[in-house]
């Protein structure tokens, strides 16, 4: 029996599309996060505890590196009867130290950005896979955009924690995204924004007040939230380097990154927006 773990946004995205796309029976250990996402995705009756006797593999999703919580605990145990563990590294950022003392059998990669920077890191220990998650939102954003009756016109903005230099003024706090929607306005100047949270904030002031002083149209949506019915309604994304702007790429969407996002030389080559 396969048994799949995960916690944070990006490797629960993976992880639970990998688990729908396959025949095998498998169950589910979900913390945090990955809970809202499988009940997003109507999975919710499918977790559960099982015995480790039964279970022969384990694939987990990847926390912040060098995170030790419940997830890493419960992957401790299993490492400890011996049961082989596959690990999704997701994103083109901080690839090391994503599972702190776990014995990873493979570690999972979906695209040639983030294969080629873990080969660096854990050398013979790579696996590239099917990006299951890709797959799945690609076919679901082809069903929605075949029923609109005009072309989108919308640009999607994914909001990402720490957005500024600590000590930088900001509007309303540290994640504060009303730098980024002013880059946005002055070199895109868009009519309509939907602004994807991180599923660890809340930009419902910066949008609100934003629009009224812009006179923007802007709606905002939770990250745990499936990401094909945002890019249906739009032509352009913006944001960080992180695996839903890839797919807004893959999407035919126009893609570019923010000048404090680019933090890898080798990391997707998207155009950046920079004042």
């Known amino acids: 029996m396969i048994v799949f773990v995960a916690k944070d946004a990006g490797g629960a995205n993976l992880v ?7 025949a095998s029976e498998c169950h589910f250990y979900l913390f945090g996060i990955a809970r809202e996402i499988a009940a997003e995705l109507q999975i919710e009756n499918l977790i559960n505890s099982v015995s480790s006797n039964k279970v022969t593999h384990v694939i987990s999703g990847a926390n912040f590196p060098g995170e030790m919580g419940e997830m890493e605990s419960l992957l401790g145990e299993f490492q400890a009867q011996g049961i082989p563990i596959d690990g999704y590294i997701d994103g083109w950022e901080n690839l090391g130290n994503r599972f702190p003392g776990i014995n990873i059998r493979n570690y999972l990669v979906v695209d040639d950005y983030s294969e080629a920077l873990a080969k660096e890191i854990y050398r013979g220990k790579v696996l590239r896979i099917k990006n299951f998650y890709l797959d799945a939102t690609l076919r679901e954003f082809y069903l929605l955009r075949s029923t609109l009756e005009q072309n989108p016109k919308g640009l999607l903005y994914l909001s990402r ?5 600590l000590g930088s003024y900001t509007l309303h706090g540290v994640n504060c995204i009303c730098p980024d929607l002013q880059i946005i306005d002055k070199l895109l100047t868009p009519t309509y924004v939907i602004v994807r949270d991180h599923p660890l904030l809340d ?4 949008t609100i007040e934003f629009s009224v002083n812009k006179k923007i149209k802007i709606s905002r949506s939770k990250g745990t939230s499936r990401l094909a019915k945002d890019l249906a309604l739009c032509d352009t994304a913006v944001g960080a380097l992180t695996p839903a702007l890839g797919i807004a790429r893959d999407a035919g969407l126009n893609v570019y990154t923010l000048d404090n996002s680019q933090l890898l030389s080798r990391a997707a080559n998207f155009p950046i927006l920079s004042l």
């Open 161 to 165: 924690p720490k957005l500024n230099q």
């Open 16 to 22: 639970l599309h990998h688990a729908l796309a396959i």
């Open 203 to 206: 930009s419902t002031v910066c």
